[in-house]
T-cell receptor, first 111, second 113 residues
Framework: QKEVEQDPGPLSVPEGAIVSLNCTYS??????FMWYRQYSRKGPELLMY??SSGNKEDGRFTAQVDKSSKYISLFIRDSQPSDSATYLC???????????WGAGTKLIIKP | DAGITQSPRHKVTETGTPVTLRCHQT?????MYWYRQDPGHGLRLIHY???????DKGEVSDGYSVSRSKTEDFLLTLESATSSQTSVYFC????????????FGQGTRLTVV
């Protein structure tokens, strides 16, 4: 079993829909949780960064961490075709431990 | 982009040959990383560096070596390329520790035939 599990998709939704992307993990020591967005043939770029539990909002994006369930989510409101990309979750225990990555979920927003 | 350049961007090589990939950064970030990305596996860390001449292994380091002689350059060498090393390779940097924001290069697509 992988430390971080992420459904690879693809997830296809119509423009304007609310999108929910999720990762589950097994290591209860993870404290730092990130979501990266990766466009085709590009490197990933950081979208959201959360420490410990709770919610964080940035524009149309909300990151949610539930440490008791070992589950993190990324919500995208009013989805746009430009949101079509692969979304990778990543997590770490602290600065001395490497990031552990999910396999990524491919998201397709249909106009 | 955060000033991270990978070269070459594409390479086809034969089994058994050595290959070197180069990562150059202009951000003066302390940490540099080499990842490989394969379908179904996400990003897997090969090696990383926490300073000039200071490197350590990641989870998939077998068959790879690295060197960092200057802050801005991090080289990845496949000592004797195998077909299982066909992948997309990404270089990344962080200013702080491994749990801080990572900045990625554009990737190198390597095919070993």
């Amino acid at each position: 079993q992988k430390e971080v599990e992420q459904d690879p998709g693809p997830l296809s939704v119509p423009e304007g829909a609310i999108v929910s992307l999720n990762c589950t993990y097994s290591n209860s020591a993870f404290q730092y949780f990130m979501w990266y967005r990766q466009y085709s043939r590009k490197g990933p770029e950081l979208l959201m960064y959360t420490y410990s539990s709770g919610n964080k909002e940035d524009g149309r994006f909300t990151a949610q961490v539930d440490k008791s369930s070992k589950y993190i989510s990324l919500f995208i409101r009013d989805s746009q075709p430009s949101d079509s990309a692969t979304y990778l979750c990543a997590m770490s225990e602290d600065s001395n431990y490497q990031l552990i990555w999910g396999a990524g979920t491919k998201l397709i927003i249909k106009p | 982009d955060a000033g991270i350049t990978q070269s070459p961007r594409h390479k086809v090589t034969e089994t058994g040959t050595p290959v070197t990939l180069r990562c150059h950064q202009t951000e003066n970030h302390r940490y540099m990383y080499w990842y490989r990305q394969d379908p179904g596996h996400g990003l897997r860390l090969i090696h990383y560096s926490y300073g000039v001449k200071d490197t350590d292994k990641g989870e998939v380091s077998d068959g790879y070596s690295v060197s960092r002689s200057k802050t801005e350059d991090f080289l990845l060498t496949l000592e004797s390329a195998t077909s299982s090393q066909t992948s997309v390779y990404f270089c990344a940097t962080t200013q702080g520790g491994m749990n801080t924001e990572a900045f990625f290069g554009q990737g190198t697509r390597l095919t070993v035939v």
